[in-house]
């Protein structure tokens, strides 16, 4: 069993800079694989970023490769996103979510077993 539990979400105008926080529980947090989804009102929930085991191979979606960055502190079990440059199409809640089961990091949120509850971030024009 794994806890997800997200902070960091807030109003923050275009073109500014937020770090999200994933705290996790439970389960090894240094053995899994874990990543960042998230869904604008009126559309599906969408990947944005993952990240390794160890931290070391990062994967994100193009909408915001160069503009956020994935990480994770395995001795505070704990992911961010660190999200400069924000858009307004930046906003959403965001998830922190976490796969246990498989050997390699994947983009498909239906691969993902554990899930936080959600942070929301406006992004003001």
């Known amino acids: 069993q794994v806890q997800l539990v997200e902070s960091g979400g807030r109003l923050v105008q275009a073109g500014g800079s937020l770090r999200l926080s994933c705290a996790a529980s439970?389960?090894?947090?240094?053995?899994?694989?874990m990543g960042w989804f998230r869904q604008a009102p009126g559309k599906e929930r969408e990947f944005v970023a993952a990240?390794?085991?160890?931290?070391?191979?990062?994967y994100y979606a193009d909408s915001v490769k160069g503009r956020f960055t994935i990480s994770r502190d395995n001795t505070k079990n704990t992911m961010y996103l660190q999200m400069n440059s924000l858009k307004p199409e930046d906003t959403a809640v965001y998830y922190c979510?976490?796969?246990?089961?498989?050997?390699?990091?994947?983009?498909?949120?239906?691969?993902?077993?554990?899930w936080g509850q959600g942070t929301q971030v406006t992004v003001s024009s």
């Open positions: 990240i390794s085991w160890s931290g070391s191979s990062t």
């Open positions: 979510a976490a796969e246990t089961t498989l050997y390699y990091v994947s983009r498909n949120e239906y691969e993902y077993d554990y």
């Open positions: 439970g389960r090894t947090f240094s053995s899994y694989a």
